[in-house]
């Protein structure tokens, strides 16, 4: 079983709602289930989508062939019709688009005079949540629960008359579609659910985060919302600030203060953080940065996919100071490494860079479970009786690792001075060549060494000897090991994919580099115009890939596209 669901409509219409309850229904049902989101930067209007796709088995990535297509409005059938399976259906209201279609493969379904007869025409949504379930021959058991859950602080009559509509929509698509041929294979445990962006806002809780300030910007705006819903839970205080500036600036005072700091937001975003990150870098204050990429410059293209602020990342801020930048390829990668941030950012009081991309924020991912030993919260700083009994304290004091104890402020009768100028080891101004020469040794080249140490190597999967190596990083995880499974069976081809970007990893666990140039052909596979991975690579290790396949449109790539793309250039070479 491998089936693709759409539902095409414009803002406003409940599209997510309704992809969203029929995720969690499949993967409360056992099934592996994959989304992704594409929506117009607007409140109402436009045209936007939501896919799903279902399987007995794991799947990563979208597919371009959609089995069930529901159209909320004209310009889903124009769009998207054509994208129908041979076995594909696709259901509408002819009433409410004022328009019969007598295609044998479209099935009208009168959502709104179905919900209408329940008492409010809004429940259309889940009249075709119903019907979906009933071409695909599943049973309203979950849905009911989750409308019990989703609609219990409404009362039971609210509740009813959803269940009504449900079990309406599911009755009239077994009665009126004979042509569904759709078998679902038996079900599973049931799975956990979670997108890039829960990700990285659960991986921050677990991590010990106790501070989150941001000024909203898609696609980092689901952190703070994530967080600020848990603010009781948790003992999290989440700030929205007046712009960017204050946003990192109030992250670095709490880290600065004792706790556990972050901040997110997306490129333009960033670079008004640049400054910020610049101090945080000579006050050696840990601070931990989720920056989201969409499709640049300036405002672009603000509700759509890029991977094209990696260089932006690594260069960002005045002066020369250490940074680790994490890009993860799955929600679960997400989560640990939003907790490895921390962990690293406290461990050396350096920023930490967490960079994703709208597409990887906003897909959703099944999983068996999500192993929670992956986050530690180990304090590395001097508080209470430790503190207190430390003599002549030094903030930056000259240390063999560049590693300083870090006192938190009013823990002890020890001052804890920090300034943006260059300081001696007590905090203090100074201008002399010898101390600014022993700082800067400390805080870049001391640490740097121990920092490359604790990178974790890329992920090798495929061909033990690969013909064919496919590179990337961040969000093309999972579309390269979807085309890997489909190549593999004629082509000797694997994948790398880096989810741990700079400083980039060691040989020693695997050697990348090694393999990279036993291959016949490398591609490095990314979301922006000008390779910029692969300008690290050739940057940092001399290495240069032999085929690239870049796309910047601001969609994601699709398994068939990407597939076509690797066997049309290494065809060519």
Request: hydrophobic residues 40%; negative net charge.
């Amino acid at each position: 079983m491998d089936y693709s669901i759409k539902i095409g409509g414009e803002a406003g219409q409940g599209i997510q709602t309704i992809g969203d309850t029929l995720a969690r229904v499949f993967s409360r049902s056992g099934y592996h289930v994959f989304t992704h989101q594409d929506y117009e930067s607007r409140v109402r209007g436009g045209h936007n989508f939501f896919q799903i796709r279902i399987s007995e088995k794991p799947v990563a990535a979208s597919r371009t062939g959609i089995d069930i297509l529901v159209a909320l409005d004209k310009e889903s059938i124009s769009l998207h019709a054509h994208e129908l399976t041979e076995s594909g259906l696709l259901i509408y209201d002819a009433s409410y688009l004022g328009h019969a279609h007598e295609k044998l493969n479209f099935l009208d379904i009168p959502f709104l005079n179905i919900a209408a007869g329940y008492g409010n025409k809004i429940m259309a949504n889940t009249v075709a949540t119903g019907a979906v379930l009933g071409m695909l021959r599943l049973n309203l058991e979950i849905l009911s629960g989750i409308i019990r859950d989703t609609f219990g602080k409404k009362g039971e009559a609210v509740i009813e008359a959803n269940l009504h509509a449900a079990r309406s929509g599911h009755e009239y698509a077994m009665k009126n579609c004979p042509k569904c041929s759709f078998v679902p294979a038996p079900a599973g445990n049931p799975k956990l659910m979670m997108s890039g962006i829960e990700g990285i806002a659960f991986g921050a809780l677990a991590a010990g985060c106790r501070f989150y300030s941001a000024y909203p910007m898609t696609p980092s705006t689901g952190i703070m919302n994530y967080l600020a819903g848990r603010e009781k839970e948790y003992g999290i205080i989440v700030e929205q600030a007046e712009d960017e500036v204050a946003a990192i600036n109030m992250a670095i005072g709490a880290s600065f203060a004792g706790v556990r700091a972050m901040t997110g937001t997306a490129g333009g975003g960033f670079a008004l953080m640049a400054e910020g990150l610049s101090l945080a870098g000579m006050t050696e204050t840990p601070v931990v940065i989720a920056l989201g990429q969409r499709p640049a410059p300036a405002t672009g293209l603000p509700t759509r996919t890029e991977q094209g602020d990696l260089l932006f990342a690594l260069h960002a801020g005045h002066g020369e100071f250490p940074r680790v930048i994490f890009a993860p390829g799955t929600p679960e990668q997400a989560f640990s490494l939003t907790g490895k941030a921390f962990d690293m950012a406290e461990k050396f009081q350096i920023p930490a860079i967490v960079i994703f991309d709208q597409y990887l924020g906003d897909t959703g991912w099944t999983f068996d479970d999500i192993e929670l030993k992956r986050v530690t919260c180990r304090d590395y700083r001097l508080r209470g009786d430790e503190f207190k009994k430390t003599e002549g304290y030094k903030r930056y004091a000259f240390t063999e690792s560049g590693i300083s104890p870090m006192g938190v402020p009013g823990d002890s009768e020890n001052l804890v001075i920090a300034d943006s100028d260059e300081h001696d080891e007590d905090g203090h101004i100074i201008e002399d060549a010898e101390t600014r020469n022993r700082m800067v040794r400390k805080r870049l080249f001391a640490k740097m060494p121990l920092i490359r140490q604790e990178i974790g190597p890329p992920v090798f999967y495929g061909s033990r000897q690969p013909e064919i190596l496919i590179c990337g990083w961040g969000s093309t995880y999972g579309i390269m090991k979807e085309a890997v499974e489909l190549l593999k069976k004629d082509t000797a081809i694997a994948m790398l994919h880096f989810s741990e970007i700079y400083p980039l990893p060691s040989t020693d666990a695997v050697d990348y580099l090694a393999l990279l140039r036993n291959a016949k052909v490398s591609v490095c596979i990314e979301h922006n115009a000008t390779g910029q991975f692969a300008h690290i690579m050739r940057a940092e290790t001399g290495f240069e890939f032999i085929s690239h396949i870049h796309r910047y449109d601001g969609r994601p790539f699709l398994v068939e596209e990407l597939t076509g793309e690797i066997s049309a250039g290494t065809g060519r070479l």
